[in-house]
C-alpha cells in the first residue's frame, strides 16, 4: 500500500480531472505569487479558511503538479460512512482532533503529527488552514497553534541547512456561492522555520506567538482584512460601493485584481480611520446601514447602482438582447437542466445552512453528476433516433459546450434582467431613487475624505 505522500496514477488521473474542473468553475482564476513557493523544500500551504473544500482545491491546483499536497482536517468527517472515508484517505487528508471532538481524542494527534513530519520530510507539500475554522466574513480570524507545532516538530528532524517554509495564502472570492465568478490566490513569501528554531528550543510558547504574529500579518497583507467587529457591516458596504472610485484615486487599470487591491486599501483607510476620524467612521457606519438596508428592500446589489441609468434606447436594446440570448441558450439549458436541478437542489436536501460549504457541494455533485448524465442522455438519443454509436464522441462534448454557453448566456441574461430593472426603477420611483443617490454620494464624500486625510 502506498504511501499518503506518494503518487499514484490513479490519483494522478484524478488530480488532473479535479484541478481542470476546478478552474471552470471560476470565471477567472488569479494566482500572484508564484515564484514564492520554493522548489524541492518541505513546504506547509497555509490559506485563509472562507469556502470549505473550494480553499483546499485552490491550494492543490498551485504548482509544482507532481508535488503531492497532504491536508489535515476536522476529524468529524471521518465518522460518515466507510466507503466516504476511504476516498478521503484517497485524496490525502488526515484527521485533526480538536476540543470539541472530546478531550479523549486529542491524543489521536499524535498519529496524525507524526503522519505530517513524515509527509515533509519526504518532500511532499502539506496545507493547513491555520485559522482552524472558517466563516464567510472577510477577515483573518484567531490563529490556531497546530500548525507551528507541526512545523517545529518536523523541523527538529531536518538535516542541516534545510528548514519548513510555511507559504502564507490569501484566497479572495469574488462569491462564496456562485460559479463564475473570480478567484484570487495571492501567494505572499515565505517564512523560514529554522530562522525560528534556536529561539524555539530556549522558549517554545513565546516562539510559537512570535511565528503566528509573523503569519496572521502576512495573511492580512494578502486577503481582504476588514478588522472591525462593531463596523463590519458597514465597512463592507462602503468598499464595495467605492470600489472603483477607489481605484481611480489609486491610479490603476480596471482589472479584478486591481479592484481587490482597491478593496484592500479602503479597509485599510477605515481601519486607522476608526482611531484618527472617529466622527467620520460614526457618521459613515449611519449612512452605510440605512443604504443597505434601502437596497435590501428594493433587491438591488450595489454594483448596479454604481451604474450610469441606462438610456431609453439602451433598455430597448436590453429587451432585444435578452429575448435573442435567451432563444440562443435554449438548446443548452434542455440539454442541462435536470443535473443543474439535481445539483442546486443538494445543499436542502442535505440540510445544509452554512453558505461557506454551498459552493463545495455544487462542485462536487457536478463533476459527477453531468459527465454521468451527458452520458445516459447521449445513449438514450442515439438509441431513439437509431444514430451510430460512435456519434457519442460527438453528443459528449455537445452537452458540455452547449451547457457552458447557456450558463454564460445566463450570467448575461440576469445582468441585463438587473438593468432592465434598474432603469424602471430609476424612472417610476424617482424619489426614492434620488434619496439612495444622495446616500451613495454620502458614503463616496466621506471614502474620499479618509483616503485623503488618514495617515
Given amino acids: 500500500m502506498s504511501k499518503i505522500y506518494e503518487n499514484s496514477l490513479a490519483y494522478l488521473i484524478s488530480k488532473k480531472y479535479v484541478n481542470w474542473s476546478f478552474k471552470k ?92 513530519d513524515e509527509v515533509l520530510l519526504n518532500g511532499a507539500c502539506m496545507c493547513m488552514m491555520p485559522e482552524g475554522d472558517q466563516g464567510l466574513e472577510h477577515k483573518i480570524r484567531p490563529l490556531v497553534k497546530g500548525i507551528f507545532r507541526i512545523a517545529f516538530s518536523a523541523q527538529q528532524k531536518m538535516t542541516d541547512g534545510k528548514s519548513v517554509q510555511i507559504i502564507p495564502v490569501g484566497l479572495n472570492y469574488g462569491d462564496f456561492v456562485k460559479q463564475g465568478k473570480h478567484l484570487i490566490i495571492n501567494i505572499g513569501k515565505p517564512i523560514n522555520v529554522a530562522s525560528y528554531y534556536k529561539d524555539y528550543e530556549e522558549k517554545p510558547s513565546i516562539t510559537i506567538n512570535t511565528i503566528k504574529n509573523k503569519l496572521k500579518e502576512e495573511l492580512e497583507k494578502l486577503a481582504l482584512h476588514i478588522d472591525s467587529e462593531e463596523y463590519y457591516d458597514s465597512f463592507l458596504t462602503m468598499i464595495e460601493v467605492t470600489n472603483e472610485q477607489y481605484l481611480e484615486w489609486l491610479g490603476l487599470k480596471n482589472n479584478t485584481y486591481n479592484l481587490f487591491v482597491a478593496r484592500q486599501k479602503a479597509a485599510e483607510n477605515l481601519r486607522i480611520g476608526i482611531t484618527e476620524q472617529t466622527d467620520i467612521i460614526e457618521d459613515l457606519d449611519k449612512v452605510c446601514k440605512k443604504y443597505k438596508s434601502s437596497m435590501q428592500k428594493i433587491k438591488f446589489d450595489f454594483a448596479t447602482f454604481n451604474k450610469k441609468v441606462p438610456t431609453f ?96 448566456m445566463k450570467w448575461k441574461l440576469q445582468e441585463i434582467m438587473q438593468d432592465i430593472r434598474y432603469y424602471i426603477f430609476a424612472k417610476s420611483k424617482k424619489k426614492r431613487f434620488d434619496d439612495l443617490q444622495t446616500l451613495r454620494n454620502t458614503i463616496l464624500k466621506h471614502a474620499k475624505y479618509l483616503y485623503k486625510h488618514v495617515k
Fill in 313 to 408: 434606447t439602451k433598455n430597448i436594446f436590453n429587451y432585444l438582447t435578452f429575448i435573442a440570448l435567451l432563444i440562443l441558450a435554449l438548446p443548452g439549458i434542455l440539454l442541462n437542466i435536470i443535473p443543474y436541478f439535481i445539483t442546486s437542489q443538494i445543499p436542502k436536501l442535505m440540510k445544509i445552512k452554512f453558505e461557506g460549504f454551498f459552493s463545495s457541494v455544487y462542485y462536487v455533485a457536478g463533476i459527477v453528476l453531468f459527465p454521468l448524465f451527458y452520458l445516459i442522455q447521449s445513449l438514450v438519443l442515439l438509441s431513439v433516433f437509431s444514430i451510430p454509436l460512435w456519434y457519442i464522441f460527438l453528443a459528449l462534448p455537445a452537452h458540455y459546450f452547449l451547457g457552458k454557453l447557456s450558463l454564460h
Fill in 25 to 116: 468553475f471560476y470565471k477567472e482564476v488569479i494566482v500572484i505569487g508564484k515564484e514564492n513557493i520554493p522548489i524541492n523544500k518541505p513546504v506547509i500551504f497555509a490559506p485563509n479558511h472562507l469556502n470549505a473544500l473550494m480553499d483546499a482545491l485552490a491550494i492543490l491546483s498551485l504548482p509544482p503538479f507532481r508535488q503531492v499536497k497532504v491536508y489535515l482536517s476536522r476529524a468529524d468527517i471521518f465518522k460518515l460512512p466507510k466507503p466516504i472515508v476511504k476516498f478521503i484517505h484517497f485524496t490525502k487528508i488526515m484527521p485533526a482532533y480538536r476540543m470539541r471532538d472530546g478531550f479523549e481524542n486529542l491524543s489521536k494527534n499524535k498519529e496524525s503529527f507524526s503522519m505530517a
